[in-house]
C-alpha cells in the first residue's frame, strides 16, 4: 500500500529518472521509513536469461532515494548516493523485491547533524529476494541527504498529476 501522502513521491520513483523508469520498477508500499519495491525480470535479463547485474545494482541505489523520501521529506530534501557495493549470491531468475527502512532514532540523527553540518550520511544494507524469498544479492549502499538547494524546483511535488496531464 502507498500511503496517500506518498503518492506524487511513489509515482517519481517509478517515472521521473528515464534510467529507472527503463527497469520497469515499481513501488509495492511506501510509508512512513519503508519502502517495498520490485524489479520485474521481464526487460532486465542478460544473455544467460537471468537478471542483468546493472538493474539489481539500480534497484539497489533507487532504494537510498526511495527510503529518503519517506525518512526526510519529499518537498524539503534531496538524496544522492556516495558509494554502493554489490554482491550476488545467486542467479536471479524472477522479480526482484527490495525492502529498506530506517528507524527513527537514525532519522533523528540525521536531521541533527543536517542542522548543524548541513548533510548527513545513512548506510543501509539491503538484501535483494526472488519470488522464492531467496537472496539473489545483497547490497551496502552509502547515501547522503542534504536540504533542497535554494532556488532548485522540487521534481517530486505535483508529479502524478503531471503523468496524467
Known sequence: MIQEQYMDFAAYLEHGIQAIENTGITILECRDRYVKIKLPLFGNTNHLGMMYGGSLCILGEVSGGAISGVSFGVTDYVPIIKEIKVR????????????????????????????????????????????????????????????LP?????????????LKG
Open 150 to 162: 535554494p532556488g532548485m524546483p522540487n521534481p517530486v511535488v505535483g508529479f502524478a498529476a503531471k
Open 88 to 147: 550476488f549470491t545467486r542467479p536471479a531468475v524472477s522479480d526482484v523485491v527490495l525492502e529498506a527502512s530506517l528507524s527513527e532514532d537514525t532519522v533523528k540523527e540525521c536531521l541533527g547533524k543536517i542542522a548543524e553540518k548541513g548533510k548527513a550520511d545513512f548506510a543501509l544494507t539491503l538484501e535483494l529476494r526472488d519470488v522464492a524469498d531467496a537472496v539473489v544479492a545483497r547490497v551496502d549502499g552509502l547515501y547522503q541527504v542534504r536540504p
